[in-house]
């Protein structure tokens, strides 16, 4: 199996078609945000994502793709998507690949917009911030392959039956619309390369725990 930049950027071209199923989440007037989804494609291709420091007044130790709130000197959401990833993980000079379909966060206040792209595979993620406690690589090819179980819970909410996906790694749980956002980039993979994924393994306790699964 080869993830290449262009299987990946046919496996979202025409993305997003159709709104996300948690959209009746949204509040009112929600703020928009962005975030990067960056792929070091190597011999093991890999989803960069941070785990948050357990200090932060919010999301404290919650895994996530770098990303955060527009600043005025954003071109537009896409550009703040970079910002970020360069604030936070050091990493430019991305090649986009393509976009994910905007996901509201558990609470409703965010409606984040991904964008998938391509960084050079010689230069390695850091810190740059002292909000992340460290980096975390996904490795797609595991999911894809059936090597790592996809996961999930499913939970009613105002009358509807709404199944969440998370991810374990490294100790961590990817969870609430960081997984989601995840979870549709592994299955817009599968369909391109024709891989059927082995249903999800549901759960009956959330492994976030008592947390809002944002």
Known sequence: MELTPALVRSALT????APSPWLPLLQPSPRAAAVAVPIRFSTEPVAIAILRSTILREHAGQVAFPGGKPEPEDRDLYATALREMNEEVGLEDAEPLGRLTPTPVYSGRYLIHPYVVAVPEERAPEPRSPEIAR????PLTAWLRGDEPLRGVVVDWQGSTMFMPHFELEGCVLYGASA???HELITRLADTLGITLPP???QKTMPWGDREPV
């Open 200 to 202: 999800p393994r549901l």
């Open 14 to 17: 025409g993305l997003p078609d």
């Open 180 to 182: 989601v956002i995840f």
């Open 135 to 138: 980096i975390l690589e996904l």
